[in-house]
């Protein structure tokens, strides 16, 4: 009698799938696990090459009994190209990018082990090459490369941490929440400090025709006009400030994926229309980030706000352009 066998194969994750925010938010995952939950994540920009840090001895890297104290430097680099591989020259040549990055860390006493995950598949000889590379920096102790099939031992043991983002990848509307979710808590600050008053104004913007090219209804923008347009001139402001430039930026990268999203779901039909769009939105954001306690509001704000501004939606009238 043959004896069954479990042929069941491991669970694959598709990491070229994620948005490179999100690949970020899964190494710092990881990250936590191996090193430790005083992880320092840096804010999305210019790193100076580095997506977070941590500073003492390690919980499980690169063993349970072979733990280095010092100063580990994690970074990322993502590809949304399925079967991309480090030896390839483009990989080669983001590599020679953070050599001077890594020697002023170094030289700093700010980086004694270097860390760099990817969504590339890993060869033999690009992993040898990657440790020639940085071994020639003095003081810097140690550098790992953890490729695709690193990544896919650690997720398999640390499975929780893909679990949300498997359901991102699932998502008919995905784009990078942690842009809206940072915009949102910086705006809500700028409220709390009472900078610009809200406006009571609301006939500078007539949005009758655009109402009736995205099939809008009169009751959603009823709601518009009595909770989300007195705050228009605060954002405004807001928005309009040389101080809030790194926050305008991320304005203008949200509004340009959500339209582009919100288009795709009504031309494959998964949303009727534009204001069904904009309530799947805010209830994915609710759901997703436990972060919004008392800021839930500014969802909806900030969403009417660029369909308002015409960033968002069709526009009646081709000669009206956005005002951020």
Known sequence: MALSTNLKRPKQFHLHLLLWQDFVGVVRGLGSRLL??????FKSGADGGRDARFEGTPNDWPSKQAQEHGQYVIQCKHTSRAGACCSEEDFKKLLRKEVPK????????????????TNRTK???????????????????????LG????????????????????????????????????????????QRGTTKRSSAITHLKLEDKNRVNRISDAYFSDLQRHSMPHFDQMRTFLENPRNVDDLNLYRDTADDLR???????????????????DYVRDQFIASDNT??????????F??????TCDVGKNADTAQTPQT
């Open 260 to 278: 582009g999203q919100l288009r795709t779901l009504l031309t494959q039909k998964t949303v009727a229309s534009l204001e069904e769009g904009f």
């Open 102 to 117: 890594v020697k002023t860390l170094v030289a700093g006493e700010e980086m004694s082990h270097y860390m760099v995950f």
């Open 303 to 308: 969403v009417d706000y660029m369909y308002s």
């Open 292 to 301: 919004f306690k008392g800021k839930r509001r500014w969802i909806r704000v």
């Open 148 to 191: 695709n099939e690193n990544l896919h031992v650690l997720l398999r043991e640390h499975s929780d941490i893909w679990n949300r983002y498997e359901e991102e990848i699932r998502s008919p509307v995905r784009f990078n929440r942690a842009d809206l979710i940072e915009l949102i808590h910086d705006f809500a600050a700028f409220v």
């Open 123 to 145: 060869p033999a000889d690009a992993d040898q090459a990657f440790r020639d590379r940085f071994a020639k920096i003095k003081g810097l102790a140690k550098a790992w490369l």
């Open 36 to 41: 430790g939950s005083s992880l320092s994540p």
